[in-house]
């Protein structure tokens, strides 16, 4: 696990841990410090306790990077739940279109059922005045 592959293997998977770190990859638990340096000082940063900002084998952190990174996050969580609740709105206004959809075909096809006995009761009517003239 010492050899050059292996370290740069776990600097790539120290780079992809997204957020506020919990754990470095040698299994400890990482705290929070505040930085004494000349370069930065004051700023909080997370930090393996077998680490340092130069060790690269174990996770160091600035903490106002993991914050962007958690924020980016939910951003993008809140941007996909808010999307998907555009979405349901979007399906059941769908539905209750379709519905109405249904309802006036029913109502359409009521109509021409109507239409059709109105036109058989007035070729009916046409018919008997025809007769009453002829036979009268
Ligand atoms: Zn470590």
Redesign the pocket.
């Known amino acids: 696990m010492s050899s050059v592959n292996s370290s740069s293997t776990t600097r790539d998977r120290l780079a992809k841990q997204r957020g506020i770190p919990t754990r ?3 299994g ?1 638990a990482v705290n929070r410090f505040t930085s004494k340096t000349i370069q930065n000082p004051g700023r909080l940063f997370h930090c ?1 306790p ?2 340092s900002q130069k060790d690269k084998t ?2 160091f952190k600035w903490t106002d990077k993991s914050v962007v990174e958690e924020i980016e996050d939910f951003q993008d969580l809140f941007d996909v739940r808010a999307g998907e609740a555009m979405m349901t709105r979007h399906e059941s206004r769908i539905q209750e279109m379709e519905d109405a959809m249904c309802h006036y075909e029913e109502k359409t096809s009521e109509c021409i059922r109507e239409l059709r006995g109105i036109k058989a009761l007035f070729v009916c009517c046409l018919v008997m005045v025809f007769l009453y003239h002829i036979y009268a």
Do not use: P, Q, R, S
């Open positions: 470095c990859n040698c400890e393996c077998l680490g174990h996770l």
